[in-house]
C-alpha cells in the first residue's frame, strides 16, 4: 500500500463580510473621528497650564466695576448701565457651562457684539495677553461650585442619526426627504428647554408631506400629519416619532 508523504490540503475556508455591516463600521469610525477633531477644536489649547490665582486678581482689578467682586453682577446703583437679558452670573452654573472656553475668549478680545451679546461687553484683546485671559477664565470656571453640570466643550455638533446627549435651551429643525414609495419630505420642529443637570423637556412637532400615487388630490389630513410629544426624561434619550398623532409624557 503507498502513502504520499505530502500532507493534504484542505480547502481554505471562506469567510463572508456582510455589506452592510461593513458600512456600519465605516460609518461609526467616520463619526467617532469627526467628533473627536471637533472636541479638540473647541478645546482651548494652552503654552502652560492656566495660573486661577492670576486670574483672581486680574478680575478683581479690571472686572468688578461690571461684573462685581463674587461676579454675580455689581450693583444696578454702582454699575452706571441697565442689565441687559444676557449679562451673565458667573456663579449659576446654568448660565455659564453651556458655553465652551473658546466662546468665553472670543467674548474676551473682540467684545460681547462677537458672539450676538451686548455691546457694554467691551473689547479686551489689546489690553490683556492670551495666558492673562486664559487666567481670567480659568478663574471664573470656578465660580460654578457644582461639578457636575457638563461643560460646554461637550456640546458637540448633532449627528445625522442620532439625538444629541447634552442638554440644552434650543429650537432644532429636522427634515429628510423620502428615497423610497411615495414621494414626500418631513420636517421635525424640536423645541428643547433644559432644566436641572442633565434634563430637558424637549417638545416635537413632526410635520409629514406624502404625494400619494403621484396625486395632490388627497385630502388635507392625508398631506399634512402634525404630531405633538412632550418627553420628560434625560436628553439623548428620546426616540423619534413615527408620524403618527402622539400626546404623551414619559
Given at each position: 500500500m503507498l502513502r504520499s508523504s505530502h500532507p493534504?490540503?484542505?480547502?481554505?475556508?471562506?469567510?463572508?463580510?456582510p455589506v452592510h455591516a461593513a458600512l456600519r463600521i465605516i460609518t461609526f469610525c467616520a463619526l467617532f473621528l469627526a467628533n473627536t477633531f471637533v472636541l479638540f477644536a473647541q478645546t482651548l489649547k494652552y503654552t502652560k497650564p492656566?495660573?486661577?490665582?492670576?486670574?483672581?486678581?486680574?478680575?478683581k482689578t479690571t472686572c468688578v466695576a461690571c461684573h462685581g467682586s463674587d461676579g454675580r453682577?455689581?450693583?444696578?446703583?454702582?454699575?452706571?448701565?441697565?442689565?441687559?437679558?444676557?449679562?451673565?452670573?458667573?456663579?449659576?452654573?446654568?448660565?455659564?457651562?453651556?458655553?465652551p472656553d473658546t466662546a468665553w475668549k472670543d467674548v474676551i478680545i473682540h467684545g460681547g457684539p462677537s458672539r450676538g451679546f451686548s455691546k457694554i461687553m467691551p473689547v479686551w484683546g489689546k489690553l490683556l495677553t492670551s495666558e492673562q485671559i486664559d487666567d481670567v477664565i480659568a478663574y471664573l470656571r470656578t465660580l460654578c461650585t457644582n461639578?457636575?453640570?457638563p461643560r460646554g466643550e461637550?456640546?458637540?455638533?448633532?449627528?445625522?442619526?442620532?439625538?444629541?446627549?447634552?442638554?440644552?435651551?434650543?429650537?432644532?429643525?429636522?427634515?429628510?426627504?423620502?428615497?423610497?414609495?411615495?414621494?414626500?419630505?418631513?420636517?421635525?420642529?424640536?423645541h428643547e428647554q433644559r432644566f436641572g443637570v442633565k434634563n430637558q423637556i424637549e417638545i416635537d412637532v413632526p410635520?409629514?408631506?406624502?404625494?400619494?400615487?403621484?396625486?395632490?388630490?388627497?385630502?388635507?389630513?392625508d398631506l399634512l400629519q402634525p404630531a405633538f410629544r412632550?418627553?420628560?426624561?434625560?436628553?439623548?434619550?428620546?426616540?423619534?416619532?413615527?408620524?403618527?398623532p402622539v400626546a404623551r409624557v414619559r
Amino acid at each position: 500500500m503507498l502513502r504520499s508523504s505530502h500532507p493534504v490540503l484542505e480547502k481554505p475556508t471562506q469567510v463572508k463580510f456582510p455589506v452592510h455591516a461593513a458600512l456600519r463600521i465605516i460609518t461609526f469610525c467616520a463619526l467617532f473621528l469627526a467628533n473627536t477633531f471637533v472636541l479638540f477644536a473647541q478645546t482651548l489649547k494652552y503654552t502652560k497650564p492656566p495660573n486661577v490665582g492670576n486670574g483672581a486678581r486680574i478680575f478683581k482689578t479690571t472686572c468688578v466695576a461690571c461684573h462685581g467682586s463674587d461676579g454675580r453682577g455689581a450693583p444696578q446703583t454702582t454699575a452706571g448701565f441697565v442689565r441687559p437679558d444676557t449679562f451673565p452670573d458667573f456663579t449659576r452654573c446654568d448660565q455659564t457651562t453651556p458655553e465652551p472656553d473658546t466662546a468665553w475668549k472670543d467674548v474676551i478680545i473682540h467684545g460681547g457684539p462677537s458672539r450676538g451679546f451686548s455691546k457694554i461687553m467691551p473689547v479686551w484683546g489689546k489690553l490683556l495677553t492670551s495666558e492673562q485671559i486664559d487666567d481670567v477664565i480659568a478663574y471664573l470656571r470656578t465660580l460654578c461650585t457644582n461639578m457636575h453640570w457638563p461643560r460646554g466643550e461637550l456640546n458637540l455638533p448633532r449627528a445625522l442619526v442620532t439625538e444629541k446627549a447634552f442638554p440644552e435651551d434650543e429650537v432644532v429643525i429636522s427634515s429628510a426627504v423620502n428615497a423610497r414609495g411615495a414621494p414626500g419630505v418631513s420636517v421635525d420642529i424640536i423645541h428643547e428647554q433644559r432644566f436641572g443637570v442633565k434634563n430637558q423637556i424637549e417638545i416635537d412637532v413632526p410635520l409629514d408631506f406624502q404625494n400619494q400615487n403621484h396625486t395632490c388630490g388627497a385630502e388635507a389630513r392625508d398631506l399634512l400629519q402634525p404630531a405633538f410629544r412632550i418627553d420628560l426624561e434625560p436628553a439623548g434619550r428620546s426616540a423619534r416619532t413615527d408620524g403618527q398623532p402622539v400626546a404623551r409624557v414619559r
